[in-house]
């Protein structure tokens, strides 16, 4: 065995072990350290044996047995415990190492973090890891950003373990500058969010409208994995479905109806709202969280408030195509939503994202993986400024086709009371954005009336702006126009 490592890994909880074994199943040396060093003595003597890894029992001998430049990737707690560990590092490194938060950081830590260590003489890598356990393991989805000139010395590493696409490509390709990879990791774990509560929103269609027994509701998943929805997503939501309790029922009914959440997908509606795109069904997808969680308050709250009860008299199969129908269409938005808020990312912090690369990223590995990307890398390949998914042709024809049903399952959900908050508004938006005509005339007409913060006119040039004295007690002041 190499005397010296080739990477070292701090943190040894369930993704980090399951990384270096995936590292060193690929012929890498890899170096391990733990706080807790007990946890470094258990893997170097259990799943780690007779491998090719040098277990370290402080941050002094964990430098020391690491080739040169020296690769630190930590997996640790995000926040604090971050920083913490760079600056037990830095003392210890020497011009052109490189340090790796492999985390599920905030990428505008990314930024100040590849900012700071460059001060220091040192290079910073933030990267997106996306698969869980199992992709760690056998191959995740890694989206590296930061210091440029850390890429050449990690690239070997990183493709080599990541997951393959059909052709064998690697999907693990450099994004951008300081917190570029952190990004895209938020907005890949954003869409997570919408694709679970759609997925979650059929399945609630299927249960207490159409009345199916989980075995049923299987039948139609395996269906619908082998076509166009096709993804790991509905993968194991089938394998939920006909997962059985000891007493023989589905499990799944009886796991209590509230949902967690670790802040991924909030992140990402937060910079949606600072940088002004209507992200609007990872929005509802985190507000369909919050509002799970209110478990015991909603209880109470069905014995006072009162609904129409569920009924359905029609033909049970088309409309699960409906469902069907409504689960893609409404997935062509959340990605739409999604890449339009990655585009207007990059010009504010001047990014060159590669957005059918991006995809590719995608297609193995992640959670969000799925035959759609594919797609969604050749509209981009086709046209590198395409301003918007929906106005690609294979997706314009995708949605036009899908459009009826969507709105009969939305239709007949909100008729029903079967709240569909996802479905819904991804056809608002839709519809929205197919407008050219918005109310948001009379929105201005409001603001200038009571604020005098001025509008433009459709019969003037964009960019002059006008003020009405609408009571005739004001005066010609005006307030100053922004933007937020």
Known sequence: MKTKADIGLIGLAVMGENLVLNMERNGFTVAVYNRT??????????????????????????????ERPRKVMMLVKAGQPVDDFIELLLPHLEAGDIIIDGGNSHFPDSIRRTKYVESKGFLFIGTG?????????????????????????VKKIFQAISAKVEDGTPCCDWVGDD???HFVKMVHNGIEYGDMQLISEA?????????????????VLKEWNDGDLDSYLIEITRDILGYKDEDGGPLVEKILDSAGQKGTGKWTGIEA?????????????VFARCLSSLKEERVEASKILSGPVPHFNG???????????????????????GYTLMREAAKEYDWKLNYGGIALLWRGGCIIRSVFLSKIKDAFDENPELPNLLLDPFFKEKVEAAQAGWRRVVSTALTNGIPV??????????????????????????????GAHTYERVDKPRGEFFHTNWTGRGGDTSSSTYNV
Do not use: C
């Open 37 to 66: 060093v007990e946890k470094v003595d258990k893997f170097i003597n259990g799943r780690g044996k007779e491998k090719r890894f040098i277990g370290a029992h402080s941050i002094e001998e964990f430098i020391a047995s690491l």
């Open 129 to 153: 890891v996306s698969g869980g356990e199992e992709g760690a393991l056998l191959g995740p989805s890694i989206m590296p950003g930061g210091s440029a000139d850390a890429w050449p010395h």
């Open 179 to 181: 917190g570029a990879g």
């Open 203 to 219: 399945y609630n269609l299927m249960k207490n409208l159409l009345g199916m027994d989980a075995d049923e509701m299987y039948q």
């Open 273 to 285: 709202l600072n940088l002004g795109i209507p992200l609007t069904l990872i929005g509802e997808s």
């Open 315 to 337: 033909d049970k199969s088309l409309f699960i195509d409906d469902i069907k129908s409504a689960l893609y269409a409404s997935k062509i938005v959340s990605y739409a939503q």
């Open 421 to 450: 908050p996802a479905f819904t508004t991804a056809l608002n938006y839709f519809d929205g954005y197919r407008s050219a005509q918005l109310p948001a005339n009379m929105l201005q007409a409001q603001r200038d009336y009571f």
